[in-house]
C-alpha cells in the first residue's frame, strides 16, 4: 500500500517556524516530482511548493516565495517544507503530493498522483 504521511504540524505563533516532513511507504518516489498544497477552512485546496525529483529545480506560490523552502529528503521522507516567519493567513491542513510526471513542475492539484492525509498547522497573531 502506497501512503505519503506528513508531519510536523502545530500550532505556532506568528513569525515562528515549522518545517514539515513527509513520509514515504510502499514504493520510492526518487523519480517524481513533490509538492506541498494547502487547504483552509471554507477554501480551495491551493498550491504551495513543489520540487523536481533531482532537487535542481523548484516552483512556489507568490504567497509563501520567500519564506517557505521546498527541499528533497531520502527515500522514506522524499520531502520537507520548511516555513518561516508564519502568518495567520497560512493557517491550513498541509498535504504533500507526489507527480510521477518528470518534466515541468506543476502547481495543479490534478497532476498529482498521489496524496498525503494532511497536517495541521495554526499559526496564532
Known amino acids: 500500500q502506497v501512503q505519503l504521511v506528513e508531519s510536523g504540524g502545530g500550532l505556532v505563533q506568528a513569525e515562528d517556524s515549522l518545517r514539515l516532513s513527509c513520509a514515504a511507504s510502499?514504493?520510492?518516489?526518487?523519480?517524481?516530482?513533490m509538492g506541498w498544497f494547502r487547504q483552509a477552512p471554507g477554501k480551495e485546496r491551493e498550491f504551495v511548493a513543489a520540487?523536481?525529483?533531482?532537487?535542481?529545480?523548484?516552483l512556489y506560490a507568490d504567497s509563501v516565495k520567500g519564506r517557505f523552502t521546498i527541499s528533497r529528503g531520502n527515500v522514506k521522507n522524499p520531502v520537507y517544507l520548511q516555513m518561516r516567519s508564519l502568518k495567520p493567513e497560512d493557517t491550513a491542513v498541509y498535504y504533500c503530493?507526489?507527480?510521477?510526471?518528470?518534466?515541468?513542475?506543476?502547481?495543479?492539484?490534478?497532476?498529482?498522483?498521489?496524496w498525503g492525509q494532511g497536517t495541521q498547522v495554526t499559526v496564532s497573531s
Open positions: 510502499g514504493r520510492t518516489f526518487n523519480s517524481y516530482a
Open positions: 520540487i523536481g525529483w533531482s532537487g535542481g529545480s523548484t
Open positions: 503530493a507526489a507527480d510521477r510526471t518528470i518534466t515541468t513542475l506543476s502547481p495543479d492539484a490534478d497532476e498529482y498522483d498521489y
